[in-house]
């Protein structure tokens, strides 16, 4: 299983955001966490079947999500 954190440019705000927009978008679980006082998500991979281009594909995701987040849309 390998995890790593994030946390989104700004402040907390930002990243609380992209973690509902994430579920909202239901393609991927991401789950969240402080550390050091600061709002961090976390990606987990726990499936041995999961690919290289699983994980490119779901930071795409990610990072759409966040644009349209800093867009406004």
Do not use: K, P, W
């Amino acid at each position: 299983m390998s995890v790593f954190t994030f946390a989104v440019e700004g402040d907390d705000e930002a990243g609380q955001s992209l973690m509902d927009a994430i579920l909202t978008d239901g393609y991927l679980m991401l789950s969240s966490s402080l550390v050091a006082n600061r709002f961090v998500l976390r990606f987990c991979v726990a499936n041995h079947r999961t690919t290289e281009e699983d994980i490119r594909t779901s930071v795409t995701r990610i990072r759409s999500l966040l644009d349209g987040i800093r867009d406004g849309s």
